[in-house]
């Protein structure tokens, strides 16, 4: 797996997994959970809180980009992401082209 994703459909904001993983989890400003970290994804505490869901809203996905299911960007049919999903950059990103973000 190389990301987790938080199905933000089904998120229903309990928090259970923010209890028990918050190395990966915290909640959003609208209140749900979102993950926070894609480092370090063999943990147990993070295969608990998967598990832990109750509307299984997080799930771990081979694919680079962070979409969830709802996504129509094309990448849930292997085409490449078009997505801002994938930027990592903060606020204040400097980084100038990089293909991740559109704040150049």
């Known amino acids: ?3 987790v994703i938080v199905d933000k459909e089904k998120c229903i904001g309990c928090g259970a997994c923010i209890a028990i993983d918050p190395a990966h989890f915290d909640f959003s400003d609208e209140g749900y959970s979102e993950v926070i970290s894609n480092n370090n994804l063999n943990t147990d505490e993070l295969k608990n ?3 832990s869901c109750p509307t299984n809203a997080i799930y771990g996905s081979d694919k680079d980009c962070k979409c969830d299911e709802s996504c129509d960007c094309g990448c849930q049919n292997g085409e490449p992401c ?3 999903n994938n930027c990592e950059c903060d606020e204040e990103c400097n980084c100038e ?3 991740c973000c559109k704040h150049e």
Request: some cysteine; aromatic content about 0%.
């Open 1 to 3: 797996m190389k990301n």
């Open 49 to 51: 809180a998967m598990d």
């Open 82 to 84: 078009t997505c801002d």
């Open 97 to 99: 082209g990089c293909d």
